[in-house]
């Protein structure tokens, strides 16, 4: 079963960090949320979230993929802390998978995540970095690589969605899919 990290930093956006772990768990997938520290995340809109762990307790695990949900604080707070770099660039060099939405695609951009990829993020944060070997794309969900990148709010079903076929396969995005569409 496929492991995946979301690491949560205070002025996250909510919407992202929860629909992207409501829908990984409906795929089967074992979602770990950690905190940067043993604080309850407090996001962009005033919701309050708490992480399953903390990121000191799963640094040095190995992740099928690592996600990190956007929000400018939230990006800049996951930007600022050094063992997420680190994580970071140990998942991309394990052969596993990163992915960002929002403004988090900047964290990829200052560690050289993005360098000679394609990539979108929330309109115009990318834009103000120096990135010349960057494709800046506006589509929702742009996949390169062992890279993934979304745009933000908006995405943030299709971004999700994206990652359990990346995960998992089609059938279950599928499913998951359906599975939302249903009434109770």
Do not use: W
């Not at 409906?26 to 949320?33: D, H």
């Not at 099928?64 to 994580?87: F, K, Q, Y």
Request: hydrophobic share 40%.
């Amino acid at each position: 079963m496929p492991r995946v990290l979301i690491p949560l930093a205070q002025g996250c956006e909510e919407l992202e960090a929860v629909t992207l772990i409501n829908l990984l768990r409906r795929a089967g997938i074992e979602v770990i949320t950690a905190g940067l520290n043993d604080q309850p995340i407090v996001g962009s809109r005033g919701i309050r979230l708490i992480p399953d762990t903390t990121l000191d307790t799963i640094v040095d695990q190995e992740f099928t993929m690592v996600v990190l949900p956007g929000g400018a604080s939230g990006a800049a707070n996951l930007n600022s802390d050094s063992r997420i770099h680190v994580l970071l660039k140990n998942t991309v060099r394990q052969g596993n998978k990163v992915a960002a939405i929002c403004a988090a695609p900047t964290v990829f951009a200052d560690i050289g995540l993005l360098d000679s990829k394609k990539a979108t993020g929330y309109p115009g944060f990318l834009d103000k970095l120096n990135l010349p070997t960057t494709t800046l794309c506006n589509d929702p969900v742009v996949i390169d690589g062992n890279v993934i990148t979304s745009r933000g709010p908006g995405t943030a079903m299709d971004f999700a969605l994206t990652l359990i076929e990346i995960l998992i396969n089609n059938p279950k995005r599928l499913e998951v899919e359906e599975g939302l569409k249903r009434s109770l």
